[in-house]
């Protein structure tokens, strides 16, 4: 990690709070920029503090962290959030994933596995927990493997129906970048077009 990252931490429980702050207030290169303890209060936060990381619970008492990452990722899409959970249910995972999130941990994860998971999703990549993968690996389920987080983006968006335009200006990046990713994932996935894509996302639980 070569420059600052800035993080939000979201928990509605203060012990939890401070101590995943002082976890990474320990490591150099790393900035705990804020902390929330509601949905609402997380997506204020990002506006005032524009993270690019945010440790998300998504069991917050007034709210969950579904929608506050969505939220988020809508209005600040170069912001990654991280779900953290006491929970390793793969249908969690994937409406998490589904709702913009690009990693997910459980609680029990160490301080390397979180780190690691930090630097992941900075570098556009999906990171999923030991805990999480090992039960993935367990159904034989396959689709939680190949697509990089953005990658991931780039389905649910193709499996509304956007065209690479609306896409592009929605990720504010090149016509041409969001058509390399697409077919990036066509090929990883072997799939034949946009529209076995849509059919795979929604058997995948991604839409």
């Given at each position: 990690m070569n420059s600052v990252i800035k993080v939000l931490i979201v928990d509605d429980h203060q012990l939890i709070r401070e101590a995943w702050t002082a976890i990474l207030e320990s490591v150099p290169g790393v900035q705990v920029a804020a902390t929330a303890e509601s949905a609402g209060e997380a997506v204020e936060m990002c506006l005032a503090h524009r993270p690019e990381v945010v440790l998300m619970d998504i069991n917050l008492k007034e709210s969950n962290g579904f929608d506050a990452t969505e939220q988020i990722t809508n209005t600040l899409p170069k912001t990654r959030v991280i779900g953290l959970s006491l929970h390793?249910?793969?249908?969690?995972?994937?409406?998490?994933?589904?709702?913009?999130?690009?990693?997910?941990?459980?609680?029990?994860?160490?301080?390397?596995?979180?780190?690691?998971?930090?630097?992941?999703v900075m570098n556009e990549e999906?990171?999923?927990?030991?805990?999480?993968?090992?039960?993935?690996?367990?159904?034989?389920?396959?689709?939680?493997?190949?697509?990089?987080?953005k990658e991931i983006e780039i389905v649910q968006f193709i499996g509304r129906g956007m065209t690479s335009r609306e896409i592009a200006?929605?990720?504010?990046?090149?016509?041409?970048?969001?058509?390399?990713?697409?077919?990036?994932?066509?090929?990883?996935?072997?799939?034949?077009?946009?529209?076995?894509?849509?059919?795979w996302a929604k058997e995948k639980g991604y839409l």
């Open positions: 390793d249910d793969i249908a969690l995972v994937k409406k998490f994933i589904s709702r913009g999130g690009s990693g997910y941990l459980s609680k029990n994860t160490s301080k390397e596995e979180l780190l690691e998971a930090i630097e992941a999906l990171f999923l927990g030991q805990e999480i993968r090992v039960k993935l690996d367990g159904t034989n389920d396959p689709s939680h493997s190949g697509l990089t987080g200006d929605q990720l504010f990046v090149s016509v041409r970048t969001v058509e390399t990713h697409r077919y990036n994932i066509l090929k990883k996935l072997n799939l034949p077009n946009a529209a076995q894509l849509s059919i």
